[in-house]
């Protein structure tokens, strides 16, 4: 994963067409060390990865994995906490985790009528990026996932609308997110009208066996003392249809 980063960020500074020069002036490094991370001499810290992420407009984990989602399969659990959970895990995590970001983002959902239960298409604005997402879920495990960034959303609105797909809700929350173990992400997050949840998720999800990539992440939530009793036995959009 890490000895690839470098080629990811010289084709993410590529496209939008700035030199090692400029990209090390805003990163206030010498495009020496540019070279060498693109030419996998060095790899850079997570924190400068993250300031890449922001300066080229993509996505932090995009750059560490090479793309959305390299399996296609999303596997989590969230968990609904009150705020003393909340303040304790995130205190904990902060210690031994690499920060990622902290942002608000807004998810509108859509549906069609030949979808079945738990099967959205999502558009995701985060910051000045927009992500299509189409996930259908299983066993509240894990999900299908196909993603794409989007550069025009008004646009992809109207071909949906065209195309029969309907719009559903939008889940507005602010989320912190970390990289823990190298393995895992946990967010935090503070969704309008509903309050608090510790999201993990698998960073490179077991494709082949999602079931018991989902109890793993349960032993994780147990070293924090969550428990099975506050798993979320819905995804977000459905709390509000």
């Known amino acids: 994963m890490l000895n690839e980063i470098g080629e990811r960020i010289k084709k993410a500074r590529l496209k939008k067409n700035y030199t090692q020069e400029e990209l090390g002036e805003l990163l206030f490094i010498s495009p020496k060390t540019i070279s060498s991370w693109e030419i996998g001499r060095t790899v850079p810290d997570f924190d400068v990865v993250h300031s890449i992420s922001k ?13 959305l989602n390299t399996s296609n399969v999303e596997v989590e659990a969230k968990f609904k906490v009150d705020k003393k959970e909340y303040d304790r895990i995130l205190g904990i995590i902060k210690k031994g985790s690499v920060f990622l970001s902290n942002n608000t983002q807004i998810d509108s959902y859509y549906s069609s009528s030949s979808f079945e239960d738990k099967q959205w298409i ?8 927009n992500i299509l997402s189409y996930k259908r879920w299983y066993q509240n495990k894990y999900c299908d996932e196909y993603e794409v960034y989007i550069d025009n959303k008004d646009n992809l609105e109207k071909i949906l ?13 602010n989320r912190i997110k970390y990289l823990y173990a190298d393995k895992w992400i946990i967010s935090f997050d503070n969704v309008d009208h509903l309050g608090l949840f510790i999201e993990i998720e698998s960073l490179n999800p077991n494709s082949s066996n999602p079931c018991e990539e989902f109890n793993k992440i349960i032993e994780i939530a147990e070293q924090f003392d969550l428990k099975l009793n506050q798993l979320s036995s819905k995804r977000y959009p459905e709390y509000f249809i």
Do not use: A, E
């Not at 993509?58 to 793309?67: K, V």
């Not at 609308?161 to 929350?173: E, N, P, R």
């Open 161 to 173: 609308f065209i195309l029969g797909v309907h719009f559903l809700v939008t889940v507005k929350k």
């Open 122 to 129: 999502r558009i995701r604005t985060s910051d000045t990026t």
């Open 55 to 67: 300066i080229l407009d993509c996505s932090f984990i995009s750059l560490l994995q090479g793309n």
